[in-house]
């Protein structure tokens, strides 16, 4: 097991660097420059001033040479100064990074929470209107965009019956809040963004756990269980369900980079004070530190979360353990 872990660690190092170089590139041959978005059309800059400029964050320099100048900087974790406020990159992420880690894990714990018992009960009352009912649900969850849902809620629970707030974590007399108050003002303004964010990985697991849980049941070791005269409880919840956790827990790991993914939609519409919307703004206005900077907490986070599921994986699956000996 240890050998396994190990390399899945190591791993991890080319993948972020190939992603790293990659996003790099992208956004460095995207039309326009930083100079153009942070002085426009202004007739006061002259180009001396914004040569200037691209001189001092080094942006005059080739691509190859700008990445290699920002890999040595990452190794010492630096990731550098924003070029709209000169802030440094590393404590704008940090001051942003708790609240989109909070969404997340909130969300993953709610598509887990619902998403396999729904599909379990689906699989054991198969083809029963509850089963029907949940099918239909998944297909109008795959089908329906998440920014639009986004625009639904907020315009039926926010703006016309004012039941959730719509932006923000908190209102701006929290401060004057006892810590139940805050804890309460901060589960309404969570409300609307996990729905949002859960809402197709909820759908997309709940399937996957439904169709392990039917090919498990299908199984001799549970005709033989049940022929035992074993409670069909104890054969649901301790022989099958464990062994159809396997291809779901795979599902699960690969659900976090949609979730980090979709934060940087989902953190805009909400106004969500998050990395993913630090994000979105960075790429709005061509900040390349503090893009690259998001992009490499983003990587590291759902190589994090695959390095995760690979370790439950092998948990579950003795046979994985045995692959990684070798």
């Not at 990074?97 to 909130?106: I, N, S």
């Not at 900077?293 to 690979?310: E, K, N, Q, Y």
């Amino acid at each position: 097991m240890r050998r396994y872990v190990i390399k899945r660690l190591l791993l991890m190092a080319p993948m972020l660097i190939g992603i790293s170089f990659i996003l790099f590139a992208v956004m460095h041959l995207a039309p326009g420059d930083p100079s153009s978005i942070r002085y426009g059309l202004n007739p006061e800059v002259s180009d001396s001033a914004r040569a200037r400029f691209n001189s001092m964050y080094g942006l005059d320099k080739p691509i190859s040479e700008q990445f290699i100048g920002w890999m040595k900087r990452i190794a010492v974790l630096d990731l550098g100064r924003s070029l709209m406020d000169d802030a440094p990159v590393r404590e704008k992420i940090l001051s942003r990074l708790p609240a989109t880690l909070l969404l997340q894990v909130v969300s993953l714990a709610v598509i887990f929470c619902l998403a396999l018992p729904i599909g379990v009960l689906s699989a054991v009352r198969k083809d029963s209107v509850f089963d029907r009912v949940m099918t239909v649900s998944v297909f109008v969850g795959y089908a329906m965009p998440a920014f639009w849902l986004a625009l639904i809620l907020i315009m039926v629970f926010g703006v016309r019956l004012q039941w959730l707030p719509i932006s923000g974590m908190s209102p701006w007399y929290a401060q004057y809040l006892s810590l139940p108050e805050n804890v309460l003002t901060l589960a309404r303004h969570m409300v609307l963004p996990v729905i949002v964010t859960a809402f197709g990985g909820l759908a997309g697991l709940s399937r996957y756990s439904r169709a392990s849980m039917i090919e498990v049941l299908g199984e001799n070791y549970i005709l033989t269980a049940r022929a035992k005269g074993l409670r069909e409880r104890r054969v649901i919840l301790v022989h099958a369900l464990k062994n159809a956790l396997l291809p779901i827990i795979t599902i699960l790991g690969l659900t976090l980079p949609a979730l980090i993914s979709g934060s940087f939609i989902f953190e805009t519409i909400f106004a969500w004070p998050g990395m993913g919307r630090l994000g979105y703004e960075a790429v709005m206005n061509y900040d390349y530190p503090m893009v690259m900077g998001v992009g490499l907490i983003s990587t590291l986070l759902t190589l994090v979360g695959v390095f995760l599921s690979d370790v439950a994986y092998a948990l579950v699956d003795p046979r994985i353990r045995l692959e990684g000996r070798k």
